[in-house]
Structures are given as C-alpha cells and as structure tokens.
C-alpha cells in the first residue's frame, strides 16, 4: 500500500512539473510575441514619423526654391558661391542645409517633349551612346536642352559621336566661364573648321541658360546628448523658369547630378 501511495506521489510530481514546463514556455512564447508585436508598432511610428519629417523637409526646401524665382539673386547667382545656399532650424533640432548646382547637364530620357523629329532622333542617339550603368547622366524631367556648363565628359564625349577634337573644344567652352552667348560658339566652332550641320545639331541640344537646379539637400537630427547626428542627404530636381516645378526627389547621388565630370 505504502509503495503505491509513493508512486503516485512521484507520477504528481512528474505530472506538475510537466505542466509547469509547459506553462511557462507557453507564458515565455507570449511575452516574446508581445515584445515582437511591440517593436513591429514602433519601428511602424518611427517609419511614420520619419517619412513626414522627410516630406516637411522637402516641402520646406520647395518653398524656399519658389521663392527665389522672386527675388533679385537668382539661382545662376547662387551656382558662383560657395554655399550653402540656404539653411533652416526645423523643429525637433532638425538642421537642413541646401546646396545649389546646375543640373541641366545631363540627358532627358523622357522624349515626349521633343518639337521635331530630328531633335527626337538626335536625343534617342544620344541615348544610345551612353553606358548603360550610369543612370546619373540622365533625367526624367525639365527642359530638353542640356546646360553646356555643367555637362559631363561621358555627355560631351556621347554628344560629339566621339569626335575627340570636337569633345576637346566643347570642353573648353564648358570650362571657360567667360564664354557666353550659343550664338557666338556656334560661329567659333564652324570658323575652327568643324562641319556646319554638325555643328548645328549639336547647338539644337544646349543652352547657356539653364532652368534646371540640383538642390542638394542635408539633413542632421541632434541626438539624445545635442549632438549632431549622421547627415542624411537628398535631392531635389526643379526647374525655375516660366513653368516652377519639382521633377525629382530622391537619395542624393556623390557628386551631384549635373556636375560630374
């Protein structure tokens, strides 16, 4: 009798202890899912929270693009300083500065906006020509001429068919600050012997006088202690002229568009 008493006790005491077991993986298996449900929500609000701080930035950075449309230094006069070109306190110590850059020196693969066959036919060459793993030499938006101060070599190399004389001396006008006016070149570089229709063809994709700005955007959110955090930086594409708009607003690339060289 005494020894079935016992083993019943132990068969309880094995039994107890299974369920115990049981229950607390089962209570630790539910406190982990909590705990993962809970970082889900947060990483969801920080997400949130930082996309509209990213679009308060952009917004910001708009305006003051719009504006300057009405002011007296125009967006050419802030490519010749150093910069940076504007700065603002958001709240929530957010600190952005802004950098402006020529960026109508690259390629407009959108050719919907072409008036005639020929420049259709001369973009979708000069397309071709590019290499294919440099997507920073072309654009989705803004004018269909591309700013002669602020081309790219690969551009200049593709938009001459590689003709290294002619690539050589439209580098010079690129660099040389002095030279103004697509009139003048034009005549220049028919005098240098190059053919006219060339010539001509080449002058109907540039301009002098761009519309078309890389605004460099950098971001830097104080940390916990006040102290600066990693810059985060991002670019705006707009076109100031007779038509204001935002083509782009993206990663920012190193160097910025339009100036690579």
Not at 152 to 175: E, F, H, K, N, T
Request: overall charge neutral.
């Amino acid at each position: 009798m005494r020894r079935h008493v016992t083993s019943r006790r132990g068969f309880t005491f094995v039994l107890v202890l299974v369920v115990t077991i049981i229950a607390t993986a089962m209570i630790s298996w539910q406190l982990r899912r909590m705990h993962l449900r809970a970082v889900a929500v947060q990483m969801q609000v920080d997400s949130y929270a930082e996309h509209h701080q990213l679009l308060g930035v952009r917004d910001v950075v708009w305006n003051w693009a719009r504006r300057r449309s009405r002011t007296d230094k125009t967006m050419a006069d802030l490519v010749r300083e150093p910069g940076p070109h504007y700065e603002a306190q958001l709240p929530g110590e957010f600190l952005i500065r802004v950098w402006v850059h020529d960026g109508q020196g690259t390629i407009l693969a959108n050719l919907k906006g072409a008036d005639t066959d020929r420049r259709r036919d001369l973009m979708m060459e000069l397309l071709r020509r590019v290499p294919l793993d440099r997507p920073d030499l072309t654009r989705r938006g803004g004018p269909m001429e591309m700013s002669i101060t602020a081309m790219p070599d690969v551009v200049i190399d593709a938009i001459c068919g590689g003709d290294q004389q002619l690539a050589s001396a439209m580098r010079y006008i690129r660099d040389d600050t002095s030279k103004e006016g697509k009139r003048d070149m034009r005549t220049e570089f028919i005098a240098q012997g190059f053919d006219p229709n060339d010539i001509a063809d080449i002058f109907a994709l540039l301009t002098f006088t761009p519309v078309l700005w890389q605004l460099e955007v950098e971001a830097v959110r104080a940390t916990a202690d006040g102290t600066p955090g990693t810059p985060e930086r991002y670019a705006l594409l707009v076109e100031i002229g007779t038509d204001t708009k935002l083509h782009e607003w993206r990663p920012a690339q190193d160097p910025p568009l339009g100036s690579t060289r």
